[in-house]
Every structure is written in structure tokens, then in C-alpha cells.
Nanobody, 123 residues
């Protein structure tokens, strides 16, 4: 069983930056960040392989967000720059039960989920 604990959310102004962290238990596996905007379905944001060598981003965040990991700390990060009001959402960390080069954007490929952290971007 993998446990995930997110932190780093908050209220910021448009154009600001935030860094989300996700502390994970267990071995290094593929990880992802998803988000659920108010009144909308949850959507993929970014993912990376167990080694950190492969990454994949949603078009809406490409060039602004960076996903990374520190396997020594068993922690995954989401650096969010140039935040926009439309980035407002509950952000979820997710872990697959496998580790390889292929990074999935599908929720069903992630077996474990954190409790979520709120990010609010004001205009």
C-alpha cells in the first residue's frame, strides 16, 4: 500500500508561483499530478517515470509547470509558474503500481491517490 501526502497549496495572485510536494511511501514508481477545477472533471496535469527520465504534460500547463522527483526523499514536486486563474483546482498526487519509461495520462493507470491540496489563483 502506497500512502501519498500532498502539501504546498494555497492562495496566490495570477502570475505567481507555487510548488506542490507529494511525499510517498514505498518504492519508486511512476507518479502523476491531476487536478479538479470547481464544477469540472478531474484532469491530468503532469506525470513522470520512476527514474524521472520521462515526463509528460498536459498542453494547458506545458512550459509553465515542471514535475520532478527526489527519490532519496521519496518525494515528487510540481513547480507551477505563471499561474493563471484557470489553474484554480484541487490538485491530487497519484502513484502507479509500476515503474517504467511510459508515463500515462489516464486516471485508471494510477492505483493510489493523495487527499488533494487546494490551489486558488486570483486575478
Amino acid at each position: 500500500q502506497v500512502q501519498l501526502v500532498e502539501s504546498g497549496g494555497g492562495l496566490v495572485q495570477a502570475g505567481s508561483s507555487l510548488r506542490l510536494s507529494c511525499a510517498a511511501s514505498g518504492r519508486a514508481v511512476n507518479m502523476g499530478w491531476f487536478r479538479q477545477p470547481p464544477g469540472k472533471e478531474r484532469e491530468f496535469v503532469a506525470g513522470l517515470s520512476s527514474s524521472g527520465g520521462s515526463t509528460y504534460y498536459a498542453d494547458s500547463v506545458k512550459g509553465r509547470f515542471t514535475i520532478s522527483r527526489d527519490n532519496a526523499k521519496n518525494t515528487v514536486y510540481l513547480q507551477m509558474n505563471s499561474l493563471k486563474p484557470e489553474d484554480t483546482a484541487v490538485y491530487y498526487c497519484a502513484a502507479a503500481d509500476y515503474g517504467n519509461w511510459y508515463v500515462s495520462a489516464r486516471e485508471k493507470d494510477y492505483a493510489y491517490w493523495g487527499q488533494g491540496t487546494q490551489v486558488t489563483v486570483s486575478s
